[in-house]
């Protein structure tokens, strides 16, 4: 059975390096069995590709493959915590918030970048909770954050 490195790798995709914390905070905490990443946005190679709302500037297919960088930025945080993503045992909650223009009531479908990742990566232990919010605006107007609750052993 492949790692979940190798399953991204498959899919086309590496860990990126643990983006740096904007603020007082560490990108994310372990307590006990569990992980909780902080909210992390689409940063590519210290960029955001896109900003602005979604349903205006951003469409929700670029927010979708966004809410996907998110998710990497978010296991390798994961990564960073534990070792090695071999470790999560479960994916528990996603919560995927999404700065929506006022019509825009697809965040589902946004989020469905994210869900999507851990499934494939993860297989029945990516299957998670999720939460899909619209909000008015995320820090630095990116358009998509996403954060990760996970079991490690």
Avoid at 56 to 82: H, K, P, S
Wanted: charged share 15%; with cysteine; aromatic share 4%.
């Amino acid at each position: 059975m492949s790692t979940p490195e190798e399953r991204l790798a498959e899919f086309g995709h590496t860990l990126p390096p643990v983006a740096a914390p904007a603020g007082a905070y560490v990108p994310a905490v372990r307590s006990g069995s569990l992980v909780w990443t902080s909210g992390q946005l689409p940063f590519r190679d210290g960029l955001l590709p896109l900003t602005g709302k979604v349903g205006a500037a951003v469409t929700r297919e670029q927010a979708n493959d966004l809410a996907r960088t998110c998710t990497l930025n978010a296991l390798a945080a994961i990564r960073a915590e534990v070792g090695e993503l071999s470790a999560v045992r479960r994916v528990v909650k996603l919560v995927c918030f999404v700065a929506s223009e006022p019509a825009f009531t697809g965040q589902p479908g946004v989020a469905n970048g994210a869900s999507e990742l851990l499934g494939a990566v993860f297989g029945s232990a990516g299957q998670h909770a999720r939460s899909a919010v619209g909000v008015a605006v995320l820090p630095l107007d990116a358009p998509v954050e996403v954060e990760l609750v996970v079991e490690v052993s």
